[in-house]
């Protein structure tokens, strides 16, 4: 079983940022890849970023270069740094699990947090 807590939404203006973490715990945690997905209204489910507790991180053409995933294995926590934000990235942003590495299908995630919204305005 894992459990995942996000924090760190809010709303800021265009190019602005934010910071969200994720916060893992339960027995199997670490045999996870946790990945980042966020939901527009009206819109499907989308990856953002992923990484594993080794620091392999992999990310969506949208974020790439101004979204930084990061871990603390102290915490045993996951960050997602988000730099130059835009109207666009608003929406509501999930932490996932998965043992598929690699993986950027919410199919494959097995796990999730209840999520943190996270809204731009210009």
């Known amino acids: 079983q894992v459990q995942l807590v996000e924090s760190g939404g809010g709303s800021v203006q265009a190019g602005d940022s934010l910071r969200l973490a994720c916060a893992a715990s339960?027995?199997?945690?670490?045999?996870?890849?946790l990945g980042w997905f966020r939901q527009a209204p009206g819109k499907d489910r989308e990856f953002v970023a992923a990484?594993?507790?080794?620091?392999?991180?992999m990310y969506a053409a949208s974020v790439q270069g101004r979204f930084i995933a990061a871990v603390d294995n102290g915490m045993d926590t996951v960050f997602l740094q988000m730099n130059d934000l835009k109207p666009e990235d608003t929406a509501l942003y999930f932490c996932?699990?998965?043992?598929?590495?690699?993986?950027?299908?919410?199919?494959?995630?097995?796990?999730w947090g209840q999520g943190t919204q996270v809204t731009v305005s210009t």
């Open positions: 990484i594993t507790w080794s620091a392999w991180t």
């Open positions: 339960g027995r199997t945690f670490r045999r996870h890849m």
């Open positions: 996932a699990a998965t043992i598929s590495v690699g993986s950027r299908s919410s199919r494959d995630y097995n796990y």
